[in-house]
């Protein structure tokens, strides 16, 4: 389902940016409000039941005036970290997951927000990678946004895509839920841009996934993308557990791997889902058909709720030994997890940090991955 604003909001001074023209063509029917920098502390919000629904439909281009680069949330003390970096171009998503944990981040400013000033993010993203050189980076933009499902509107691909590819110290993953990546297909990323679909299968992602593309169409683009020469990821994350799961993934990893080669995939990842109690509460209100609240989860020393130990560690191992035999070749590692749970799965846990980043940037990565 294609995204419509109820109304476009654009910074006063930003009208002319590029990204704002290429918005503008794109949705020449939406009303259109140039507004003051400090529009949204005045707190003017579509007013709804759903005030994180509405929030979305609001599109505001603005400028970003804090730093753009962060180290990814994920690197809390307790939990092994892979070294990854994020940088958002968009605040909050098209689509709507009934387990995102946007709905709890950004309850309180849940506008669409798209940065105007992408040039300054690059220079920010030049000034650290190219001063050291040696050091191999990863970043990704689908930290507060998905990365892909408003490109056909922002076209920030066009941007990013030539940045990275004329770098070889850095790898720059786009994770998407959606199919929208035509803007990629002309473009050469030299190797050093990977994009990623999250999967769940399709029954998952039906009931739970909303406005998202389907199973069948996030496959078959990412297909696409890998006959064009940019290396694919994968993120079964978050792992559900539902009654006929063991099926579900086996059926799932395997439609992947008859689709998608191997030999030319980044990395999978696998996590559990995990929930704060405030995320838990907004979902039973937004979601209350939701089937993700009754099974057996359990509060970790994190706040979060996850699926119990015994059985995410089963998950784990079951999803681990079918990649072994379809993708032998491919990384695969855990997000947010204990060296206690690495040690189950893995039979090791890293010894610290750069080690499972390393693991996922060698150098000669791009050659490994090469299109065909
Ligand atoms: S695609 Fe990702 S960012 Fe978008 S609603 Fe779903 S979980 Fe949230």
Not at 137 to 147: A, C, H, Q
Not at 170 to 185: A, F, G
Not at 238 to 248: A, C, D, N, Q, V
Request: a positive charge.
């Amino acid at each position: 389902m294609m995204y419509q604003p109820t109304e476009i909001l654009i910074e006063r001074g930003e009208e002319k940016t590029p990204v704002v023209q290429r918005a503008l063509a794109k949705l020449a029917h939406v009303p259109v409000r140039i507004v003051e920098k400090d529009w949204e502390r005045a707190g003017v919000q579509a007013e709804s039941k759903d005030a994180f629904g509405a929030g979305k439909r609001q599109l505001f281009f603005t400028r970003q005036r804090s730093r753009f680069l962060e180290h990814c949330p994920a690197g809390t003390p307790g939990l092994v970290c892979c070294n990854y970096l994020v940088v958002s171009l968009i605040s909050n998503c098209p689509m709507d997951c009934s387990y995102c944990f946007l709905q709890e981040y950004l309850a309180n400013n849940p506008v669409l927000k798209v940065f105007t000033n992408v040039d300054d993010m690059l220079a920010e993203i030049a000034k650290v990678v190219d001063r050291q050189p040696w050091r191999q980076f990863r970043i990704g933009t689908g930290e507060l946004s998905d990365s892909l499902a408003l490109d056909h509107l922002l076209g920030f691909c066009s941007d990013l895509v030539p940045f990275f590819a004329s770098r070889n110290n850095v790898l720059l993953e786009l994770k998407t839920k959606s199919d929208c990546i035509d803007n990629l297909l002309s473009l050469d990323s030299q190797g050093r841009v990977v994009v990623s679909w999250t999967l769940t299968p399709a029954v998952i992602a039906d009931a739970e996934e909303h406005g998202t593309a389907s199973f069948t169409d996030r496959l078959r683009a990412a297909q696409r993308v890998q006959n064009a020469g940019y290396k694919v990821g994968f993120h079964f994350d978050p792992l559900i557990e539902y009654p006929e799961w063991e099926t579900g993934y086996q059926q799932t990893l395997e439609q992947v791997f008859t689709t998608i080669d191997p030999r030319r995939v980044a990395w999978v990842s696998l996590g559990s889902l995990r929930l704060t109690p405030t995320l838990r509460k907004i979902m039973r209100q937004r979601f209350p058909r939701t089937r993700l609240l009754s099974g057996e989860q359990v509060l970790c020393a994190d706040g979060k709720w996850r699926t119990f130990q015994a059985l995410r560690v089963k998950m784990y191992r079951t999803l681990t030994a079918w990649l072994n035999e379809l993708a032998p070749q491919v990384p695969v590692y855990m997000c947010m997890e204990t060296a206690p749970v690495w040690q189950k799965v893995f039979g090791r846990s890293p010894m610290c940090d750069k080690d499972v980043a390393r693991s996922l940037t060698a150098p000669n990565l791009g050659q490994q991955i090469a299109a065909p």
